[in-house]
């Protein structure tokens, strides 16, 4: 199975004056990020309200950790799966298990057994890690070199707003149960009708060779990969030096979810409460993803410069807000929780909590929007990158299935905010020396080359 001469004939004939072309790479980073609107959009709406929705976050925590710990497995492997099977195929699968996930927590509200939901999350795991892989192949390598921050932002921009859809769902759904336990059937509901739809819109991504950029240059013109070949490469991405840089910001960047999601919105705000700080936690997501994008491709013409400032900058932001964690989490412990804030209630008791929560939101986004900025430096070519973004969701998820339990065994807050902390923090210089060595500046003519896939035999850019 591969990319024919059919397929690259198509594209030649497609006129590369509107951006808005559907093979372009601006809509086609925009598709993508629907298709994660629908679906860890609002998988990441149902986790933030804190026990995916229930009074007792066990289930929630138990079925998290088999999924992240399934997520780091096939996040590794996904780049590889990715460049055999092409994204549509590799998407649909990966999206349809969102479904099975929140059907699974639908049917815990009824039954109160754990066991459905491990295992869909264990399968969820899977599929996400064939979703990220793809997306993280197409987000880095379909833009133009110098303009992958602007798109990385506009894909962070669309995926969040499903965690601002979906907070807003069990709020609106649930707002008349201020003392509810957990969330109703509805919600559930709402969630995987959402995700059913990212699962049929995911057809519509086109793989790399049918992606033309304005200049007339394509992404890559590569045949699907063998499983040899794969296993290989993503064998040695284990001794790759960028690789082990980029590992503690991948390990640390799902890390804090655990505490974020039950340790300050779970155990700070009732339930219709955390649906309204979810939608101001991933709408502060979209500010900072745009945030850091402009500093990423804007701030200064060297692409080297720019990767010290804006890496430099989510430092400081970094640890001004974990700063801010430390000193409400002073104020309490697993033994000693707070009364529950309500955002019509509480008065002036509710601002400096839900500030600190909004800020958590945009730090998560900006943190994240600068690794992926740095991958996707290091390489244009779909193949690398989809094994590279596949490395770093593998790890990523490695360290989020450990945080789920560090949060199931009850170990104290103080230390979860301590040491979610102190891993951003060593990730810092560790991505300054990777950009110092690896990343190049964009040489004159640099946005108007093409690779040698994509140039016709007269040397000139199809």
């Not at 962070?156 to 969330?183: Q, T």
């Not at 290989?232 to 840089?245: A, D, G, T, Y």
């Not at 060595?437 to 040698?452: F, I, R, T």
């Amino acid at each position: 199975m591969g990319f024919e001469g059919d397929e690259e004939s198509d594209a030649n004939q497609v006129s590369t004056r509107s951006r808005f072309r559907y093979n372009s790479p601006s809509v086609q980073v925009g598709l993508i990020g629907l298709v994660c609107f629908c679906c860890p959009g609002m998988f990441n709406a149902l986790t933030g309200m804190g026990g995916g929705g229930q009074v007792d976050p066990t289930a929630a925590n138990n079925a998290n950790t088999a999924l992240y710990t399934t997520f780091a497995v096939f996040g590794v492997l996904g780049g590889g799966i990715y460049n055999i099977l092409g994204p549509r195929f590799t998407l649909a699968a990966g999206c349809s298990t969102y479904v099975l996930y929140a059907g699974s927590f639908l049917y815990y509200n009824h039954e109160q057994h754990q066991a459905f939901a491990i295992v869909a999350g264990a399968i969820l795991g899977i599929g996400a890690g064939f979703l990220w892989a793809g997306e993280g192949a197409i987000m880095t390598s379909y833009p133009p070199p110098h303009r992958k921050g602007t798109y990385i932002s506009l894909f962070w921009s669309i995926f969040n707003m499903g965690g601002v859809i979906g907070g807003l769902i069990p709020f609106v759904l649930n707002y008349n149960r201020s003392e509810a336990a957990s969330v109703n059937d509805g919600t559930y509901i709402g969630f995987m009708c959402f995700m059913a739809a990212g699962t049929l819109l995911s057809l519509a991504i086109l793989p790399p060779s049918k992606v033309v950029r304005d200049d007339g240059t394509r992404c890559t013109n590569i045949r699907y990969s063998k499983v040899s070949t794969e296993v290989v490469e993503i064998c040695k991405l284990f001794l790759n030096w960028k690789m082990l840089l980029i590992a503690p910001a991948a390990w640390a960047s799902n890390f804090f979810y655990s505490y974020q999601f039950n340790n300050v919105n779970g155990a700070l705000f009732n339930l219709r409460t955390r649906g309204l700080n979810n939608v101001f936690y991933w709408g502060a997501q979209m500010v900072g993803s745009v945030g850091i994008g402009y500093i990423l491709d804007f701030s200064f013409q060297s692409r080297r410069k720019r990767g010290f400032v804006g890496i430099g900058v989510v430092s400081v932001l970094g640890t001004v807000i974990w700063a801010g964690g430390l000193a409400k989490q002073l104020g309490y412990s697993h033994e000693d929780l707070p009364s529950k804030l309500d955002f019509k209630d509480s008065g002036s008791d509710f601002a400096g909590p839900f500030v600190l929560y909004f800020s958590y939101g945009l730090l998560d986004a900006m943190f994240q929007s600068m690794v992926y900025w740095v991958i996707g430096a290091l390489a244009d070519d779909s193949e690398i990158l989809s094994r590279y973004a596949g490395f770093y969701k593998g790890v990523q998820s490695a360290g989020a299935a450990i945080a789920w339990q560090v949060d199931t065994h009850q170990v104290p807050l103080l230390t979860q905010l301590i040491v979610n902390w102190s891993l951003t923090t060593v990730s810092y210089p560790l991505l300054i020396i990777l950009v110092m060595l690896a990343v190049k500046d964009e040489q004159k003519g640099d946005e108007a080359s093409a690779n040698p896939a994509s140039v016709d035999k007269d040397s000139k850019p199809v």
